[in-house]
T-cell receptor
Framework: DTGVSQDPRHKITKRGQNVTFRCDPISEHNRLYWYRQTLGQGPEFLTYFQNEAQLEKSRLLSDRFSAERPKGSFSTLEIQRTEQGDSAMYLC??????????????FGEGSRLTVL | AQSVTQLGSHVSVSEGALVLLRCNYSSSVPPYLFWYVQYPNQGLQLLLKYTTGATLVKGINGFEAEFKKSETSFHLTKPSAHMSDAAEYFCAVTSDSNYQLIWGAGTKLIIKP
């Protein structure tokens, strides 16, 4: 297993377009997280899955954002009608259940979105 | 509500000098504390963590951190900086919920030759 992978690494789009990011977690991990990171800030929590169930969404996540993890493996994050304020690095992380308190998340390299 | 404050968005030290990155937290529950490192163009990776037990914890690459409850601090140190330590360092604390960490804004460590 090579770790958490994210695709694409970079995406440039025009305002109003839809974009989708994919995350493939470490195969034995059943927890998957999406974060957003802007320059000079730490990661901001967006949403979290345990297996295929989306257990929590941040209030930061507007109705334009949707995430899925249909078979409890890979996940997608879609942003509809993108706005310039959506420009950020979108990070995916995974972890094993039972390690909640260890806080050890394994991160991908991120997908950088630029909205023109 | 939990929060994390990292003092200094940029810290510059000479190669071979002591590294000290500061982290203070607030938490309404006994905290679990973490330091993550992000090298250029790479994902975040866990450097070290404090959960319970010994308050001085050792991590990878010669880093260590000490949990001081009375000072609500979890500062990261390394006795002798190396050029390869240049990266951004994030402090984080567990939230009240069971699924997310609360992150500091990060400190970029610059190593001068």
């Amino acid at each position: 297993d090579t770790g958490v992978s994210q695709d694409p690494r970079h995406k440039i789009t025009k305002r109003g377009q839809n974009v989708t990011f994919r995350c493939d977690p470490i195969s034995e991990h059943n927890r998957l997280y999406w974060y957003r990171q802007t320059l000079g800030q730490g990661p901001e929590f967006l949403t979290y899955f345990q297996n295929e169930a989306q257990l929590e969404k941040s209030r930061l996540l507007s109705d334009r954002f949707s995430a899925e993890r249909p078979k409890g493996s890979f996940s997608t994050l879609e942003i509809q009608r993108t706005e310039q304020g959506d420009s950020a690095m979108y990070l995916c992380a995974s972890s094993s259940a039972g390690e909640r308190e260890s806080g050890e998340l394994f991160f991908g390299e991120g997908s950088r979105l630029t909205v023109l | 509500a939990q929060s994390v404050t990292q003092l200094g968005s940029h810290v510059s030290v000479s190669e071979g000098a002591l590294v000290l990155l500061r982290c203070n937290y607030s938490s309404s529950v006994p905290p679990y504390l973490f330091w993550y490192v992000q090298y250029p163009n790479q994902g975040l990776q866990l450097l070290l963590k404090y959960t319970t037990g010994a308050t001085l914890v050792k991590g990878i690459n010669g880093f260590e951190a000490e949990f001081k409850k009375s000072e609500t601090s979890f500062h990261l140190t390394k006795p002798s900086a190396h050029m390869s330590d240049a990266a951004e360092y994030f402090c984080a604390v567990t939230s009240d919920s069971n699924y997310q960490l609360i992150w500091g804004a990060g400190t970029k460590l610059i190593i001068k030759p």
